[in-house]
Protein backbone atom coordinates (compact mmCIF):
# COMPACT_ATOMS: atom_id res chain seq x y z
CA UNK A 1 0.00 0.00 0.00
CA UNK A 2 2.66 2.06 0.74
CA UNK A 3 3.92 2.97 -2.74
CA UNK A 4 0.55 3.84 -3.46
CA UNK A 5 1.45 7.20 -2.11
CA UNK A 6 4.53 8.35 -4.25
CA UNK A 7 4.90 11.35 -5.66
CA UNK A 8 4.35 9.71 -8.95
CA UNK A 9 0.71 7.85 -7.85
CA UNK A 10 -1.36 9.40 -5.18
CA UNK A 11 1.88 11.49 -3.61
CA UNK A 12 0.45 11.20 0.22
CA UNK A 13 1.58 13.62 2.89
CA UNK A 14 2.26 10.86 5.48
CA UNK A 15 4.15 9.00 2.99
CA UNK A 16 6.62 12.32 1.24
CA UNK A 17 6.63 14.46 4.42
CA UNK A 18 8.49 12.03 6.77
CA UNK A 19 8.48 8.00 7.21
CA UNK A 20 10.85 7.61 10.00
CA UNK A 21 9.28 4.44 12.16
CA UNK A 22 7.95 5.62 15.51
CA UNK A 23 6.95 9.08 14.61
CA UNK A 24 3.33 10.92 14.46
CA UNK A 25 3.54 11.20 10.22
CA UNK A 26 4.73 7.03 9.97
CA UNK A 27 1.22 6.32 12.42
CA UNK A 28 -0.85 8.08 10.40
CA UNK A 29 0.29 6.48 7.14
CA UNK A 30 0.63 3.05 8.55
CA UNK A 31 -3.11 3.57 9.65
CA UNK A 32 -3.86 4.54 6.17
CA UNK A 33 -1.73 1.36 4.88
CA UNK A 34 -4.29 -0.85 6.97
CA UNK A 35 -7.30 0.90 6.47
CA UNK A 36 -6.43 0.13 2.55
CA UNK A 37 -5.51 -3.23 3.26
CA UNK A 38 -9.22 -3.72 4.64
CA UNK A 39 -10.61 -2.41 1.78
CA UNK A 40 -9.02 -4.73 -0.25
CA UNK A 41 -9.18 -7.49 1.23
CA UNK A 42 -13.28 -7.11 1.40
CA UNK A 43 -13.72 -6.37 -1.67
CA UNK A 44 -11.35 -9.41 -3.20
CA UNK A 45 -11.81 -11.69 -0.11
CA UNK A 46 -8.52 -12.13 0.77
CA UNK A 47 -8.22 -13.20 4.48
CA UNK A 48 -7.46 -10.42 6.35
CA UNK A 49 -6.21 -10.67 10.18
CA UNK A 50 -6.13 -7.23 11.95
CA UNK A 51 -4.51 -8.46 15.16
CA UNK A 52 -1.29 -9.10 12.90
CA UNK A 53 -0.56 -5.30 13.23
CA UNK A 54 -1.09 -4.69 16.87
CA UNK A 55 2.29 -3.55 17.22
CA UNK A 56 1.13 -0.27 15.15
CA UNK A 57 -2.22 0.08 17.56
CA UNK A 58 -0.80 2.09 20.37
CA UNK A 59 0.66 4.94 17.66
CA UNK A 60 -2.86 4.71 16.32
CA UNK A 61 -4.87 5.66 19.12
CA UNK A 62 -2.21 9.04 20.03
CA UNK A 63 -3.44 10.05 16.60
CA UNK A 64 -6.55 9.64 16.46
CA UNK A 65 -6.85 11.63 20.27
CA UNK A 66 -4.72 14.65 19.28
CA UNK A 67 -6.87 14.51 16.29
CA UNK A 68 -10.32 13.90 16.07
CA UNK A 69 -11.20 14.07 12.21
CA UNK A 70 -8.03 11.98 11.45
CA UNK A 71 -10.31 9.01 11.09
CA UNK A 72 -11.87 10.67 8.08
CA UNK A 73 -8.73 11.45 6.16
CA UNK A 74 -6.85 8.25 6.64
CA UNK A 75 -10.58 6.47 5.37
CA UNK A 76 -10.62 8.91 2.54
CA UNK A 77 -6.59 8.51 1.21
CA UNK A 78 -7.11 4.23 1.84
CA UNK A 79 -10.12 4.38 0.11
CA UNK A 80 -8.21 5.98 -2.95
CA UNK A 81 -4.96 3.76 -2.78
CA UNK A 82 -7.49 0.63 -3.00
CA UNK A 83 -9.39 2.27 -5.89
CA UNK A 84 -5.65 3.12 -7.31
CA UNK A 85 -4.44 -0.73 -7.12
CA UNK A 86 -7.76 -2.35 -7.89
CA UNK A 87 -9.28 0.13 -11.16
CA UNK A 88 -7.20 0.45 -14.05
CA UNK A 89 -8.88 3.87 -14.42
CA UNK A 90 -7.31 5.42 -11.31
CA UNK A 91 -3.44 4.04 -13.03
CA UNK A 92 -4.47 5.83 -16.46
CA UNK A 93 -5.20 9.02 -15.02
CA UNK A 94 -2.31 8.95 -12.76
CA UNK A 95 0.20 7.68 -16.14
CA UNK A 96 -2.05 8.53 -18.86
CA UNK A 97 -3.03 6.11 -21.37
CA UNK A 98 0.49 4.89 -22.46
CA UNK A 99 1.13 3.61 -18.96
CA UNK A 100 3.05 1.11 -18.94
CA UNK A 101 2.42 -0.79 -15.31
CA UNK A 102 -0.58 -3.41 -16.84
CA UNK A 103 1.38 -3.51 -20.43
CA UNK A 104 4.11 -5.45 -18.41
CA UNK A 105 2.34 -7.54 -16.39
CA UNK A 106 2.85 -11.00 -17.64
CA UNK A 107 -0.39 -12.31 -15.66
CA UNK A 108 -3.41 -10.21 -15.07
CA UNK A 109 -6.04 -11.28 -13.02
CA UNK A 110 -9.73 -9.23 -13.25
CA UNK A 111 -13.15 -9.55 -11.05
CA UNK A 112 -16.41 -7.61 -11.75
CA UNK A 113 -15.62 -4.27 -12.30
CA UNK A 114 -18.14 -1.38 -10.58
CA UNK A 115 -17.32 1.06 -13.94
CA UNK A 116 -17.96 0.99 -17.37
CA UNK A 117 -14.88 1.88 -18.74
CA UNK A 118 -13.04 -0.51 -16.73
CA UNK A 119 -15.89 -3.62 -18.23
CA UNK A 120 -15.36 -1.72 -21.75
CA UNK A 121 -11.24 -2.47 -21.61
CA UNK A 122 -11.86 -5.81 -20.46
CA UNK A 123 -14.16 -6.88 -23.13
CA UNK A 124 -11.92 -5.48 -25.42
CA UNK A 125 -9.05 -7.85 -23.45
CA UNK A 126 -11.26 -10.84 -24.10
CA UNK A 127 -11.11 -10.30 -27.89
CA UNK A 128 -14.01 -11.25 -30.39
CA UNK A 129 -15.83 -14.30 -31.27
CA UNK A 130 -17.76 -15.25 -34.81
CA UNK A 131 -21.46 -17.00 -34.15
CA UNK A 132 -23.93 -17.29 -36.59
CA UNK A 133 -27.30 -14.95 -37.24
CA UNK A 134 -30.24 -16.23 -39.01
CA UNK A 135 -32.58 -14.37 -40.72
CA UNK A 136 -35.94 -15.46 -41.96
CA UNK A 137 -38.17 -13.11 -44.65
CA UNK A 138 -41.93 -14.09 -45.58
CA UNK A 139 -43.90 -12.55 -48.30
CA UNK A 140 -46.87 -13.65 -49.78
CA UNK A 141 -50.94 -12.29 -49.60
CA UNK A 142 -51.99 -10.66 -46.48
CA UNK A 143 -54.87 -12.70 -46.78
CA UNK A 144 -53.40 -15.92 -47.02
CA UNK A 145 -53.60 -18.50 -44.60
CA UNK A 146 -49.96 -19.36 -45.64
CA UNK A 147 -47.33 -17.06 -47.27
CA UNK A 148 -46.16 -18.37 -49.99
CA UNK A 149 -42.52 -17.39 -49.67
CA UNK A 150 -39.87 -17.89 -46.79
CA UNK A 151 -36.11 -17.21 -47.51
CA UNK A 152 -33.80 -18.07 -45.31
CA UNK A 153 -30.32 -16.75 -44.72
CA UNK A 154 -27.27 -17.62 -42.60
CA UNK A 155 -24.79 -14.90 -41.42
CA UNK A 156 -21.51 -15.04 -39.71
CA UNK A 157 -21.10 -11.66 -37.90
CA UNK A 158 -18.51 -11.43 -34.92
CA UNK A 159 -19.24 -10.24 -31.10
CA UNK A 160 -17.49 -9.19 -28.49
CA UNK A 161 -16.33 -12.97 -26.46
CA UNK A 162 -17.65 -11.19 -23.40
CA UNK A 163 -19.29 -7.67 -23.74
CA UNK A 164 -19.28 -5.27 -21.11
CA UNK A 165 -22.80 -6.39 -19.85
CA UNK A 166 -21.52 -9.68 -19.25
CA UNK A 167 -18.39 -8.72 -17.77
CA UNK A 168 -20.28 -6.04 -15.29
CA UNK A 169 -22.31 -9.57 -14.48
CA UNK A 170 -19.25 -11.46 -13.70
CA UNK A 171 -20.75 -13.90 -10.39
CA UNK A 172 -19.46 -12.05 -7.11
CA UNK A 173 -18.61 -14.01 -3.91
CA UNK A 174 -20.93 -15.06 -1.42
CA UNK A 175 -20.15 -13.66 1.86
CA UNK A 176 -21.45 -14.57 5.37
CA UNK A 177 -21.33 -12.85 8.68
CA UNK A 178 -21.01 -9.32 9.36
CA UNK A 179 -18.04 -6.75 9.85
CA UNK A 180 -14.84 -8.61 11.47
CA UNK A 181 -16.60 -11.88 11.13
CA UNK A 182 -17.39 -11.35 7.23
CA UNK A 183 -16.11 -14.41 5.59
CA UNK A 184 -16.54 -15.32 1.80
CA UNK A 185 -17.97 -18.74 1.61
CA UNK A 186 -18.21 -19.50 -1.90
CA UNK A 187 -16.27 -18.36 -4.86
CA UNK A 188 -16.72 -15.84 -7.30
CA UNK A 189 -15.98 -15.62 -11.42
CA UNK A 190 -12.54 -13.92 -12.42
CA UNK A 191 -10.99 -13.34 -15.87
CA UNK A 192 -7.50 -14.38 -16.13
CA UNK A 193 -5.34 -12.90 -18.88
CA UNK A 194 -1.91 -14.50 -19.35
CA UNK A 195 0.36 -13.42 -22.46
CA UNK A 196 0.48 -14.75 -25.33
CA UNK A 197 -2.18 -17.58 -24.31
CA UNK A 198 -6.22 -17.20 -24.76
CA UNK A 199 -8.22 -15.48 -22.39
CA UNK A 200 -9.83 -17.78 -19.19
CA UNK A 201 -12.69 -17.55 -17.32
CA UNK A 202 -12.18 -18.82 -14.15
CA UNK A 203 -12.87 -18.93 -10.64
CA UNK A 204 -11.63 -17.49 -7.68
CA UNK A 205 -9.44 -19.92 -5.30
CA UNK A 206 -10.53 -19.89 -1.66
CA UNK A 207 -6.79 -20.87 -0.74
CA UNK A 208 -8.08 -20.67 3.51
CA UNK A 209 -9.86 -23.82 2.82
CA UNK A 210 -6.77 -25.55 2.33
CA UNK A 211 -5.45 -26.86 5.25
CA UNK A 212 -1.77 -26.24 4.15
CA UNK A 213 -1.96 -22.92 2.96
CA UNK A 214 -4.43 -21.93 5.88
CA UNK A 215 -1.08 -23.14 7.98
CA UNK A 216 0.97 -20.71 6.55
CA UNK A 217 -1.33 -18.19 6.87
CA UNK A 218 -1.63 -18.39 10.30
CA UNK A 219 2.24 -18.27 11.30
CA UNK A 220 2.14 -14.78 13.19
CA UNK A 221 4.01 -12.01 12.38
CA UNK A 222 7.71 -11.79 14.47
CA UNK A 223 7.80 -9.91 17.30
CA UNK A 224 10.80 -7.73 16.20
CA UNK A 225 12.08 -7.22 12.80
CA UNK A 226 15.01 -6.66 11.56
CA UNK A 227 16.06 -3.09 9.64
CA UNK A 228 19.34 -2.57 7.94
Known amino acids: MHWTGHPSRLNRTTLTESYRFGDPTYAREELRAELASLFIAAETGIPHDPTNHAAYVGSWIDALRKDKNEIFRAAHDASAAADFVL ?7 AYGQNESIVSNCHVRIA ?4 QVETAE ?5 TGTTTVQKASFNFSGSRFSPVMSHINESVDHVKRPLMTPDEVMRLRSPQKSGNGSS ?28 DPELRRRAEIPPPARSRTT
Open 182 to 209: ERIVAPCDMLIFISGHFPILGMQMLYFF
Open 111 to 114: YAPN
Open 87 to 93: SIRQIVD
Open 121 to 125: LLSKM
